[in-house]
C-alpha cells in the first residue's frame, strides 16, 4: 500500500533529520517500524539523496553501526518574519541551521507590495551571497495577524491595512518557485521555541504567548501547533478584559486586552507618568528623545523608578488575568512568555505567576511551568519561519509528491 | 511486533463496533490495512468472541460479503453520572444502547460515601433487573468537578465537600469488579453529543458548554476530547469576567463567570424581579411554590414576562462575552450549548450568538455553527459515562490486557 510506504518513508526520514547521528537499531525503536523495512526505507532515503552517513557508532559486539543524517547540503529554505515595524529574512540549511540573516525596518501598514518587494530584495541578496547553487527548497513566512493556514491568506488582519486576502504564497511561490506556507508570527515563535528548547519540546500541552505591541497566543498539543477550524487559533489580543473599561481599541472594539496590556499602551501610559513628573526617570527620557517607547518603562523600573514599577506590575496583573483564564480552559504543561515582555522579565514574570495562580483553577496550575523565551527575540520568528518550511516540505504529504516526480535534482517539486 | 498486531486488532474492532453491519471490503478501505491482514483480525476478533456475523450484503458479482457487528451482548457497561442534586445510573449493551435507566434526588455535598452508596445500590438493583448473566465490563463516572483523568482522583473540587481526593475508581473497581473511568461531567456530556450526533461528530474542533447551575465546558480535537495536562481542560466557571463586579463565588474569588451568569444566579435575579414586583409571572410563581427555580424564568419569559426575558438576555451577554474569548482563543467548527440552558434556548440562542460574532475574531466567526445540543439533557451524560467506558475499555491498551489474558469469559480483566 503506497500510503503505509511513504509514511514509512517519511517516518524515518523525519526521525534521521530530527535526531542527527541515529544509527539504524535506533531507528527501528524510535519509528516502530520491523528492522528490515527501516533498513529498506533508509536504502530508499539515500538513493534519492535525501540522507547520508555520519560515521559510525562505537561497536556493542557485532558490526558498528552506520550513524545517518539529513544531506542537509542539498537545499536551503527561506524564513520571511514580517513583523509591525520590522522585517527579518534568514536562510538556513535543511537541518534548520541559520546560514544568514538581514533586517529591515518596514511598516506593516505600508501594504503587502511593498513589504514584500523589500523582503523578495533582501533574499535574493541573501541567496546571491549564500546559497551558492543549492535551489530554495521552501519558504515559510510569518505575519503579524490572522492567517487562514490552508490557503496562506491573511484574513482581515485588524492593523494591516491592505493585506486582507493578498496572495502571500501564490507570490512568493511564483518568484522563487518554491512551495510556500505563511502563518500567524505568534505560531511561528512558537515553533521556534519547540526547536530550539528541550524541555518546550518535551511538555505535550504548551502555551505561547507572545506580548509586545501586539498580544496573541499559540497553541501546541502533544508537541504539534494547534491552529484551530481556520488557523486563527490564538488569537487572544482583543478579547474583552474585566479591567478593560471603555478604552477604544484600533480593531474598533471597547476593552481589549491589547487596547489595555499591549505594548502602545504602556508607551501612553509612560508618557504620562513622565508628562505629570511622576516618574522622574521616564520624564528624562521623554525630554531627552522625544518619545516614551515600550521598552523606556522597563529602563525605568531597571533604575529604581517606583512609578515605572508600579506600571509595569499593573499591565502584568492585566495579561495575567486573562492568561489565567486561558490556563483554566486549556490546561497547559507549561506557559511560554515571549515577545517585548522578555525585555522586562524581572518586573513582570513573579507577577504574572501570582495571577495566575490565585485566578485560575488549583488543578490546572499545579504542576504547570510559567517561564519567558529563552529564544532571542531577533530570532525567534525566523527560526520558526524556517522549521514550518522545513515541516511542510517534510510532511509526508509533500514526501509523496516529491517521491513520486521523481526529482533527482535534489528539489522538491513547487507546490 | 506485537504493538502492529494489537493496534490492527483494535483498529479492525473499532471499525466494526462504531459501522455496525460493515464488510470485509468496507474494513479495508476505512482502516487502511491489506485485505489479508484484516482477514486476519477479523478471523482472530471471532475466534475471541468479539464480533460476529450479521447476515450478507447484496453480492457485486463476485461471493456476497458478510456483515459484521460487535457481540454486544457479550456483558455490560455502567453509566454513573452524579449531577449536583441528581444521580443517574445507566446500564447499556456493549455498543452503548442504553438497556434500562434510574434516576435519584442527591445532594453532592453530602459527599462520596453517600452518593457512591447510593449509586451502588442503584446500580445492583439494575444489574439484577436487567443484566442478566451478562458481567459488568467497565463503568464510566462523570463528576461535577475537576477530575484528573489518569488517576480519576476529584481534585479541590470547588463545590463538592468530601470529595477531594475520594478514590472513586477504587472503590467502584472493587466493588464491581470491573474497571473504572472518571471524568468530569461536561467532558461526558460532549462525548454524549459525539456520539449522538453525527454533525457533531463530524466537526474536527467543537466546543460544548454546558451552562446551567454550573458553567462548564469541554474541548474535542480531531473528534477526540481534549482533557489538558491535569484532566481539568474546560473547566471555565470559575473565570473572571468583565461584568462579573464584586461578586463572591462560591468558590471564593470575585466575578467569576458562573456567580454572574449561572443557574443560581439567575434564580436570585428572577427572585428580585418577583419581590419587587417587576416581574408579575414570577411573582406570581413565587407566591404559590415559595421559590424560584432556574427554570422558573425561562417560564416566565415563555409566557411573554419583559423583566424575564430581559433577565434572560442580561445572562446571556455575559455567557457570550465568554463564550467569545474561547472561540477566538480556540477557533472550533462548532460550539453546541448543553445543560439547562438548553431549555431556555428560544429566549438566549440569538443573543449568544449575536455577541460571539460582534466580539469574537471575524476568521474564528466566519462558518462558526453555533447550536443547542440535541440529546435530552437527562440523558446527555449517562450516554457520555456509558461511552467513556465503552471506548476506555476497547482502546488499544486495553484489548491489549485482554487478549494476554486470554479470557475465554468474554470479559476483559479488571483495571
Redesign the interface.
Known sequence: ?P??RINGLAAVLDAVRTHRGVTQPRLVEQV?L?RSVVAQRVAELEAAGLIEGDGLDPSSGGRAPRRLRLRSGNGVVLGVDVAVTELVVGLADLAGGILAKRQRHIDVADGPERVLATAEAVADELIATVAGDRPVWAIGVGLPG?V?FRTGLP??PPIMPGWDGYPVRGRLAARFRAPVWVDNDVNLMALGELRSDPAAAAA??LLYVRAGIGIG?A?V?DGRL???????????G?????E?GDAVCRCG?L?CLEAAAGGLALAREGRLLAETGLSPVLAGILAESGTILPFDVTTAAEKGDRAARALLQRTSTLLG??L???V??????VLILGGGIVRAKAHVLATIREVIYR?A????T???RIDASSVPEELSGVTGAVHLALDEVFAPGSLEDWLAAGSPSGRPPAA
Chains 1, 2 share one sequence.
Do not use: C, Q, W
Open positions: 500500500m500510503s503505509e516502530g520491523g490572522p487562514e484574513v482581515a505535550g500541552h497566543a497553541i498539543m494547534y491552529r484551530g477550524a481556520k488557523g486563527s487559533a490564538g488569537d487572544i482583543h478579547v474583552a478584559i474585566p478593560g472594539n476593552g488575568g486573562t489565567a483564564t486561558l483554566s480552559f486549556y490546561n497547559p504543561d485566578r483553577l488549583p488543578l490546572a499545579r504542576d504547570l
